[in-house]
């Protein structure tokens, strides 16, 4: 709804309560709740709240009991993780499902990396996509546990160059 046909739902309002009243800074508290919601499903509302015979004019959870918010057109974009180029639709800015996709990628990456530096090998990141969450957190602690408690043995340094 707009602050026009809050409006006009007050004067509807008004004609059936007359002690109902208001003003600009009512219509503009009710368009903070209104907003989302469809002009004609607000007013049908205040129909059926009519047929009650309610004594108070209705608030505004009584015009909105019930009713879904307006569907807001969807911002929608594809993005593409930067390790594995799997691309994702991103919608109204939901990263969720890409930071926790690209969480995983940068642990098998790790991973990789390390094997790479000690094995000489590449790791079968199918193996690794495949396992739960916690199973990689597993896997990806093992490795740093490692990695960090032969970071200070030299021989181990020299042989990964870090």
């Known amino acids: 709804m707009n602050a026009r046909e809050i409006k006009d739902l007050f004067d509807r309002i008004k004609s059936h309560y007359t002690m109902f009243t208001y003003d600009d800074k009512k219509i503009q508290e009710w368009y903070r709740f209104l907003k989302d919601y469809d002009n004609d499903e607000v007013n049908e509302q205040f129909n059926k709240y009519l047929t009650n015979s309610y004594d108070n004019p209705p608030q505004v959870h009584h015009l909105t009991k019930n009713l879904s918010k307006k569907k807001q057109e969807d911002d929608i974009w594809i993005t593409e993780c930067d390790i594995c180029k799997q691309r994702f639709?991103?919608?109204?800015?939901?990263?969720?499902?890409?930071?926790?996709?690209?969480?995983?990628?940068?642990?098998?990456?790790?991973?990789?990396?390390?094997?790479?530096?000690?094995?000489?090998k590449h790791i079968a990141s199918v193996v690794y996509y495949e396992m739960s969450d916690e199973e990689l957190d597993n896997a990806y602690r093992e490795i740093m546990d490692y990695y960090m408690s032969h970071r200070e043995n030299n021989d181990f340094v020299k042989r990964i160059g870090v």
């Open 89 to 120: 639709k991103i919608v109204n800015n939901d990263m969720y499902e890409y930071e926790k996709h690209h969480r995983k990628c940068q642990k098998i990456d790790f991973i990789d990396i390390m094997s790479m530096k000690l094995h000489k």
